[in-house]
């Protein structure tokens, strides 16, 4: 086993800290540290927390910390700072909410710096979950702003999805990217402390309820009437210690004031009641199945990605060319250089496609 592994598994948080700067930068041996980890990892649960700008992320996020901490919970934080690309602004300001909890060897905050690379930015939130995973965390939460097709892809890779809304914000359920909304478990209305928190819980609770209707129109099961029901009484029944029901689930709606730490416990009682589904229901474990294969998709992209554009090398730079000068259309051109990738398949003993032979 890698020796930074090693110590990352005896919960060295310094070394932690440096696994996860390898991961981060795709540097040095950090493919052998997340193979060696990976065995020891699944134990983690996952909890994204996502939201407009300013909504009170971070805020509530230190709220979460200390509530987990009461519990006894190791707790980790992977904070994606949306302006990094810019100025890196934001780290600093997300690092000063959290300093609460500097010093707990209990609490591990990790800000993310990766830059530019497509894909780079999900890539690293998830492995750095992983990394965070294995150092023994009880629950990892992820920050990130509700923007850009990278951040969707982070809060498709947590196992329960928080979305912060605040009042006073303009229309708060339009200004939820729609992205964003199909992946909500449960929503905060947080600065409740303001006006229109209430106009906003209502918009929440129409907006589940024509997602459900949506749903049964289109002949999807999750979010109807029936299915309401169940999640309530999955919500109940989990409350008072017993197993959750059976049933696809509703996104539940808490009120916070982050700041005053108000509202908090309730919302820590919705997020484990989503918890309890997904890991205590058929239903589920469906869901767990179909985040796992998109992730896999994610994975697969990436190295497929990787493999053709070092398999190919000049041949990718003609096509560019020829594309410039309009002598071929992308489409085709791409078509042309896949056909030449799996011309090169024989890396891949026994799986290797002749020209021609696709689907
Ligand atoms: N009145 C009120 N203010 C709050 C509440 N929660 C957070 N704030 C304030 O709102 C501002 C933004 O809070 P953050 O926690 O930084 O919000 P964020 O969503 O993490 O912001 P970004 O990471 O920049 O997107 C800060 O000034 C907080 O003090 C609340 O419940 N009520
Ligand atoms: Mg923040």
Redesign the pocket.
């Known amino acids: 086993m890698h020796p930074l592994a090693e110590k990352v598994l005896a919960r060295d948080t310094r070394a932690t800290a440096r696994a996860c700067r390898l991961v981060d930068d795709r540097a040095g041996d950090y493919a052998a540290i997340l193979k060696d980890l990976f065995p020891h990892t699944g134990r983690a649960w996952v909890l994204g927390v996502t939201?407009n700008?300013?909504?009170?992320?971070?805020?509530l996020t230190d709220r979460l910390i200390g509530a987990f901490r009461k519990q006894d919970r190791r707790v980790a934080v992977v904070a994606v700072d949306p302006t990094s690309p810019f100025t890196g602004g934001?780290i600093l300001?997300?690092r000063i909410?959290m300093q609460a909890h500097f010093g707990d060897p209990d609490v591990f905050i990790r800000s993310l710096a990766t830059r530019g690379a497509l894909g780079g930015l999900s890539r690293s939130a998830v492995d750095i979950a992983r990394v965070l995973d294995a150092w023994g965390a009880d629950v990892v939460l992820v920050e990130t702003?509700g923007v850009g097709q990278d951040e969707l892809e982070i809060t498709r890779m947590a196992h329960t999805t928080l979305v912060?809304a605040a009042p006073g914000m303009g229309d708060e359920v339009q200004a939820i990217k729609a992205g964003i909304l199909e992946c909500a478990d449960v929503f905060a209305v947080?600065?409740a402390?303001?006006d229109g928190a209430d106009a906003a819980v209502r918009d929440l609770e129409l907006m589940i309820a024509l997602g459900g209707e949506v749903a049964r129109a289109s002949g999807r099961s999750h979010g109807h009437s029936a299915a309401a029901l169940h999640a309530r009484a999955a919500e109940a029944a989990s409350a008072r210690g017993g197993a959750p029901a059976e049933g696809p689930w509703e996104p539940a709606i808490a009120r916070?004031?982050?700041?005053r730490n108000e509202g908090v416990a309730a919302l820590v009682d919705r997020l484990e009641a989503h918890r309890a589904w997904l890991f205590g229901t058929e239903a589920g474990a469906a869901r767990r199945e179909e985040r796992l294969r998109e992730a896999m998709h994610v994975q697969l992209r990436d190295a497929l990605t990787d493999a053709a554009v070092a398999a190919l090398g000049p041949a990718l730079d003609a096509a560019v060319r020829a594309v410039a000068r309009r002598e071929v259309d992308p489409y085709t051109a791409s078509e042309r250089l896949v056909d030449a990738f799996r011309g090169a398949g024989a890396a891949f003993p026994g799986a290797a496609v002749a020209p021609g032979d696709g689907p």
């Open positions: 939201g700008p300013g909504a009170g992320k971070s805020t934001a300001g997300d909410r702003v912060v947080n600065k402390d303001r916070t004031v982050a700041t």
